[in-house]
């Protein structure tokens, strides 16, 4: 693999390392809660950057979450709604991660940079022990910072030790993606596997033929 200009490759997780909820998702946690669809939608979105900060847990955010029935969730429910956002959002996307195993087999740094409720990252840990093989992995429960803020972006070139143009940042939200840039990173908004690494060729950033020797320009 050659590269002229990247230093480390760092992934977003849900929606780049792991596929986006599938379809029947929030009809799922709709069955489990008993809101009407809009108002899940909402409340979800809503609720999420104080869990992805790690200020509340799991019961803390589904309980906001089905609020607005003014009747607090059994345990059970709030279980159950916390496993099936979990395995929603964990799907392995296989392409993508068996690119991202063939970048480190070439010697290519790595990283995670991703927005990840405290609970939800313990649920990762435990299933998905090949997460150590990243080198530098940075989560927004561990910092209170959520991207795109721009102190998350920094801590990971700290964690690297690298400037922000030797570092390419792949993300499937376009707010996380122009954050990143304001950070002076090399970044890419995720739609697909093929779609990502056409794009990366295309800007000369790396070969889009993993597996073959990499050398530094």
Request: charged share 30%.
């Amino acid at each position: 693999m050659t590269s002229t200009v990247i230093d480390a490759v760092v992934f977003d997780f849900g929606g780049v390392l792991t596929l986006a909820p599938p379809h029947h998702h929030f009809e799922t946690l709709r069955n489990l809660c008993g809101l009407d669809i809009e108002t899940l939608r909402r409340e979800y979105t809503r609720q999420r950057p104080d869990y992805d900060r790690g200020t509340i847990d799991s019961r803390e955010y589904w309980n906001r979450v089905v609020d607005s029935r003014k009747k607090p969730a059994e345990p059970q429910v709030i279980r159950s709604l916390f496993q099936a956002d979990a395995e929603g959002w964990n799907r392995i996307n296989q392409p993508m991660l068996e690119w991202a195993f063939s970048l480190q087999a070439a010697g290519m740094r790595t990283g995670i940079l991703s927005n990840m409720p405290r609970d939800i990252l313990g649920w990762i840990e435990e299933r998905f022990r090949w997460i150590d093989r990243f080198e530098v992995r940075i989560f927004s429960c561990d910092l209170g910072v959520n991207k795109p803020q721009p102190p998350i972006y920094r801590e990971c070139l700290d964690a690297l030790a690298l400037q922000g143009d030797r570092v390419l940042f792949i993300d499937d939200r376009v707010e996380n993606v122009e954050g990143a840039k304001r950070a002076g990173f090399r970044a890419v908004l995720f739609r697909g596997f093929e779609d990502c690494l056409g794009e990366i060729s295309r800007q000369g950033w790396l070969s889009a033929e993993p597996g073959t020797d990499r050398e530094h320009g």
